[in-house]
């Protein structure tokens, strides 16, 4: 083999060819796409939501129509508390746990493990009806702290922070254990700040989940006081009236918006934190 | 630490957690069964052993076969499409490729966005005849479609969304892993001559089997999961071509408060996750043999 | 809607708090969640189809619990007779009209014109909708319709625009008491039938299940020079055609029709004695004529009595614009809308069957069958 031919290949196997690059860039543009049309629709006044004329005058209309025919502040405001609410007890919670089962043994461990790995299967609104009749039994239906319950133990979490937990170095722990540090100091001081890159990852994809999570906040949520951006989507667009896309558009830019300018800014971070948690 | 005190200290460290997850996953279960052979069909006044009565019921329930069906077809369609397409899209972006950064946000854009929200857009790109799917199919000669109020495309439609939802989300998983695997590997096979084919098929591909499994059972759950959009685009018309069996359960429990019927779909939910993870674990078990 | 609505509420020692619960599907499952969670609302607005279940379910209380004086009587009297008809049952009044409309036609004049025909004179019989129909739809070289005669939405809930059809043709699809249906009667079939035929035989009505949230936008974009659908959306339409548009009554056959349709006000059961009084106050503040005739302008649902169109205000709106009037004067042909007990779901049936006959996969009467042999067995329990 000659050394042209060789550099030719790893040419091939490092840099993406041509046609390579246009399939990337024409699956990019037709996924954007909904996203694009959202940003014309929602700029442009509501005759122009169906034709795509270059000289259409820009409106912030649509924004302050939405912004008025709904409680999104509100909303707003229901859908930080609850996502936040949930992030803190799923860390605490789980971080628990997962110390429980990557650090001790015990009676019992693996069908507790077993147990826990139903829930990555079986979510809450599978058990939709049941969950509700627990919720409605316990009088927080309508509530935000209802909405969240059920998600208050993730197993995805107790899952990554176990096999975290499970690759630090037990010469670190032996360390602090002479040290004379018990063993929620050793949680505190030794494991939770080299499992960063778990958390992190973790808490990226719980927000993102739980802000856009509907169907359990659709049942339990009755009015305003619970109700999530989500659900009061959905509610908007399906008036009797019909669809008014322009308006639609804005309270969907609205409600995507924190989440969106989230992932712009901290792409980077996101890909890294998963690759770091060594989720395989 | 004593044995027996270690013991304990671990059952503390869990109960918080447990509390949550057998109340609202592992209590249920069981109310739900329990719940399926009990009350009657229309919740009358006092709950009464009925046998199998509800189980019967189901299985004479077309709109029940018909939302299974849908369900099984979405996802065959869904699991190894949204699947195929994130290898690729984690493949194309690891690489040395032109606007890398902004195909790596366009992929993973829908995953941010909330299908309730999305779904209204969609109904735009689907509407008839202005929509601009058909604007598109008219400019290359074909007749506008009514994708979803046609029955033999309705399903098809609300399938694509979901793809489109969940293929990016997965490729975050699949780059990750693609990243921590050894730059010694790509030399090797540089040196050895081995064309990108080659290459992905027989180092990448095996080497990626762990996060395969992981995607896969993800895709699998999802594609129980995922029915925000139908609630949207077609309530599982026209004349239930696109429902699925979470929607039509939610139908059933919420709209008909039918919750001895509910609870029967919910036990055959129940099964087929059961069986998805049972698959899990053998799949698991064989062929992750790289550590 | 509410918020200016209570900013002027004349009984300072009742506070409203209106609670926005979206369309009229979440709304009935949120009071029924509410109220089996035991926190009932005090009062909603709910579809008047719902009665039946509400009543099942003991969610709500008569207003005849209320009505103690002549005022009172009178009160009750001043709606519409059409839009009492759902919410009377078993010689009570169980809810109030608040937000009723009916099916109107909304067309085309351009188009109209641009066919050749008069403007001003909209179908008035189901030969004239077909003939006209075939006049208005174009196509293009290539034979693809560039404009459909007439469109009528079949998403969703089909059974209120098919009650078009079959009141038209003489039929009645359920008995006052709710307990049977008669879905395969010939004359239903016929209603099916023909609506069938308008896409599949005169090819004057887009093929498949036709979207109910984009059909007013279909209209405004030139997609059909005719559509069916409720009153509420006059204003929209008014506000938003980029061309001279009328309103017309649905064309008849054996006779004209339309179902109501629309929410009416319930007081729930459970609700304290003093918060059910208050919200009967507020139910007969909200009807009184001023705020029924404002209501009907804002959005072009029907103002419930008589006397709100006799109000200056809705006299004025209906000078400088018409087709306002037109629900109204639908009325005396208006029936109940289809409501049964175990509604959600009998209605489920309906709308499957005819959603499967639409798109073809059923002939009209198989699929009027179907429906009938599932409703039967739903309402056996309530015979």
Redesign the interface.
């Known amino acids: ?1 000659n050394f042209s ?2 550099k030719d ?2 040419h ?5 060819g041509w046609l ?2 246009l ?3 024409v ?3 037709a ?5 694009f ?2 940003l014309w ?1 929602a700029f442009h006044p ?2 122009y ?3 795509f004329s270059l000289t259409a005058p820009l409106t912030l209309e649509n924004f302050s129509a939405a912004w008025q025919a ?2 999104f502040p509100r909303y707003f405001f229901n859908t930080i508390v609850l996502v936040l609410m949930i992030l803190v007890m799923q860390l ?3 971080t ?2 997962a ?3 990557a650090r ?4 019992g ?1 693996s069908v ?1 493990f077993s ?20 919720l ?1 039994s316990l ?1 927080f ?2 509530t935000l702290f209802g909405i969240g ?2 998600y ?2 993730s ?1 995805f979490a ?1 899952f990554l922070l176990r096999q975290t937990f499970k690759t630090i170095p037990k010469e670190l722990v032996e360390a602090a254990q002479m040290e004379g540090a018990s ?1 929620l100091q050793i949680l505190r001081h030794v494991y939770i700040p080299l499992a960063k890159p778990t958390y992190l990852a973790f808490s990226l994809v719980s927000i ?1 989940h739980h ?2 999570n ?2 359990w906040p659709l ?1 339990v949520s ?3 006081e619970s109700r999530p ?3 009061g ?11 008014d ?1 322009s308006i ?2 804005a ?2 830019l609205l ?2 918006a924190p ?2 300018f ?3 800014i901290f ?1 980077r971070q ?2 890294q934190s ?2 770091r ?4 | ?1 004593t044995p027996t005190s ?2 304990v ?3 503390l ?2 109960l ?14 069981i ?2 069964l329990i ?1 399926s052979v009990m009350l009657a069909l229309r919740g009358g006044r006092a709950p009464a052993f009925v046998g199998l009565d509800n189980y019967q019921a189901m299985i004479q329930d077309p709109v029940f076969w018909k939302s299974a069906t849908n369900n099984l077809w979405f996802a065959l369609a869904t699991i190894p499409a949204s699947m195929a ?1 994130s290898i690729v ?1 984690a493949l ?2 690891n ?5 890398r ?18 779904a ?6 689907y509407t008839p005849d ?3 799917i058909n604007q598109v199919l008219q400019l290359v000669g074909i007749k506008s479609q009514n994708f979803l109020g046609d029955p033999n495309l309705a399903l098809m439609s609300v399938t694509i969304v979901a793809i ?1 939802k969940e293929a ?1 989300f997965f490729m ?2 699949y ?3 693609l ?2 695997l050894s730059p010694s590997f ?1 030399e090797a ?3 050895e ?4 084919w080659y ?1 992905f098929w027989r180092i990448q591909w095996p080497l990626l089997m ?2 395969t499994i ?1 995607v896969l ?1 993800n895709a699998l ?1 999802n594609s ?2 995922m ?2 959009h139908i ?2 685009m077609t309530n599982g018309g026209p004349n239930n071509a696109s429902s699925l069996l ?1 929607f039509y ?2 139908e059933v ?2 709209k008909f408060w039918d ?1 001895g019927y ?2 029967t779909l ?1 036990v055959v ?2 099964a087929i ?2 069986i ?2 049972l698959m899990q674990f053998f799949l698991l078990d064989r062929k992750t043999h790289y550590r | 809607m509410v918020m200016r609505l209570t900013s002027k509420k004349k009984n300072p020692n009742v506070v409203v708090k209106p ?8 709304t009935i499952v ?1 009071s029924l ?2 109220h ?4 009932p609302p005090t009062a909603a607005i709910l579809l008047s189809t719902d009665t039946f279940t509400l009543i099942d379910e003991e969610a709500i209380v008569p207003m005849n619990t209320f009505v103690k004086t002549d005022a009172d009587r009178q009160w009750l009297k001043s709606f519409f007779p059409a839009f009492m008809l759902n919410g009377q049952i078993d010689n009570k009044t169980w809810g109030i009209p608040f937000q009723r409309s009916t099916v109107v036609m909304y067309y085309n004049k351009e188009a109209f014109k641009a066919a050749g025909l008069d403007p001003e004179k909209a179908p008035t019989t189901w030969t004239e909708l077909v003939e006209m129909g075939t006049k208005l739809t174009k196509r293009d070289p290539s034979g693809n319709v560039t404009q459909w005669g007439i469109q009528v939405p079949s998403s969703g809930f089909p059974y209120w625009l098919f009650q078009g059809f079959t009141t038209q043709n003489d039929a009645i699809l359920a008995n006052s008491g709710g307990t049977t249906v008669a879905f395969d009667d010939l004359k239903t079939i016929e209603a099916l039938q023909f609506w069938m035929d308008l896409s599949q035989k005169y090819k004057i009505h887009p093929p498949g299940v036709v979207q ?6 279909d209209f405004m ?1 030139g997609k059909s020079a005719m559509i069916w ?2 009153t ?2 006059l204003t ?1 339409i008014r506000k ?1 055609a ?1 061309f001279e548009f009328g309103v017309a009554m649905l064309p008849g056959n054996t006779r004209l029709g339309s179902p109501t349709g629309g929410g009416n006000f319930f007081i729930f059961k459970n609700a304290p004695e003093k918060e059910q009084q208050a919200a009967y106050e507020f139910a007969k503040w909200l009807t009184q004529p001023e705020r029924a005739a404002q209501w009907s302008i804002d959005t072009g649902y029907v103002a419930v009595s008589p006397a709100a169109y006799e109000t200056p205000a809705l006299k004025t709106y209906a000078g400088e614009f018409p087709p306002a009037l037109v629900a109204r004067d639908q009325l005396p042909h208006a029936v109940a809308e289809l409501s049964t007990h175990d509604n959600q779901r009998v209605t489920k049936a309906l709308n499957d069957g005819l959603q499967a006959g639409l798109t073809g996969t059923k002939t009209a009467e198989q699929a009027l069958k179907d429906a009938q042999a599932e409703a039967t067995r739903l309402l056996r329990p309530y015979q």
């Open positions: 083999m031919d060789s290949r790893s091939r196997l490092n840099n993406a390579t690059t399939g990337a860039w699956l990019a543009i996924w954007v796409l909904p996203l049309y959202a629709a509501a005759q939501a169906t034709s709904a409680p605490v919670l789980c628990l746990a110390y429980a089962f001790y043994t015990f009676f461990s507790l147990l826990m790995l139903v829930q990555l299967m079986v979510m809450p609104e599978i058990l939709i009806v049941r969950n509700y009749q627990t409605s009088g239906v309508d319950l059920p208050f133990a197993a107790i063993t993102s802000w856009n509907f169907l049942v009755n009015s305003q951006l989500t659900v989507l959905q509610v908007f667009s399906s008036a009797d009236q019909g669809i896309w639609i558009s309270a969907t409600t995507a989440l969106l989230g992932f712009l792409q996101f890909v998963f690759m948690a060594g989720i395989k | 630490m270690s013991h200290q671990a059952y460290l869990l918080p957690a447990f509390v949550f997850l057998v109340g609202f996953t592992h209590y249920p279960a109310g739900t719940d397409i899209m194309w972006v690489e040395k490729i032109a606007g950064q902004f195909l790596r946000m366009s992929y993973f854009l829908p995953t941010v966005m909330p299908m309730i929200a999305v209204n857009i969609w109904i735009f790109f202005y929509g601009l489109w990016g975050i998983f780059l990750a892993a990243q921590t790509r096979a540089q040196i001559g081995a064309s990108r290459f762990p996060t992981f059972v759950i129980v999961r029915v925000d609630f949207v979470l359960l939610y429990g919420f919750r509910a609870s919910t939910l129940l996750l059961a998805a993870g | 609670v926005y619960a979206g369309s009229y599907q979440e949120k969640t509410a089996k969670s035991g926190k109910w949230g984009t059909t007013p936008r974009e659908t409720t509420g959306n929209n938003n980029p």
